[in-house]
DNA sequence: CTAGCTGCAAATCCTTTGCAAGAAA
DNA sequence: TTTCTTGCAAAGGATTTGCAGCTAG
């Protein structure tokens, strides 16, 4: 529902723009942590949306905790809707794709690591990292 | 000690200079892991070593297995001697320094997550993300 | 109208490469 | 001598920025 991300956009004091709605659209629908490269070249037809554009707007949604950015292996960084944000990935060494792993047995961690470092703990990156059943062949 | 380095580059086939010899000293005294050009920084007076020279030397010593290298969320790379591999980190998210965590809860994961993706699973990589005591002020 | 967005081109940051000179075996 | 290493400068890829025009409110 667009009516949706307009109140979104509007909470975060940000205009309503088509760029904005339609980055959102896709990050919504998209089962995997997206580039800002693989938005641009998704969305640049449809909405004529350029690089600099989208890094901006990926930018200012992880600011406002809309989005929420990894560092991949590959120096890309990937975006993906902030309240999907407790998940894992597993990676393929050799392709980048990634696939979700549900369950995080660390939460607990957490806290015995805040006493012993001092570290005020705000959360943790899990990958795992492997050959996908393709790039085995 | 020098000699077992050498030893090191020998075995790995690689010219016994003071680039590396100096590099490998400074990863194996390093309490964390380090840039290139924190390498670069350190060495370039003692050894005149050029940024190039040692990302080309990192970047072997990564293909003989002798540092692995962690992308940080700082987007620039990490490097630690392999023996050292399977360690995590607590990262702190105002001035990015690391400091290790001991054990990890995760090596028994993998296989299980093997059966359910059919990835081959080749390892993972942890961080937990925070603010270390002085950023905390 | 005004603040905030955008496109474009140029700049920046980290890293890699080409090439010719230099050092190890 | 032969092969591998290096320094330098230039190129590369991902991301950021300056600026002038545009658009949402």
Known sequence: MSRMNETLLRESNLKITKNRLQILELLQHSSAPMTAEEIYITLR????????TAYRILSVFEDKKIV????????????????ETHKHYI??????????ITNCPLCE?????????GYQITGHRLEFVGKCPQCQK
Do not use: P, W
């Open 91 to 100: 990676i393929c060494s050799e392709c980048n794709k990634r696939v979700d």
């Open 68 to 83: 929420i950015k990894h560092q991949g292996c590959d120096s890309k960084a990937y975006y993906q809707m902030f309240n």
């Open 45 to 52: 037809e449809k909405s004529n949306l350029n690089v600099s």
């Open 109 to 117: 961690l957490e806290s015995k690591l805040e006493k012993e470092t």
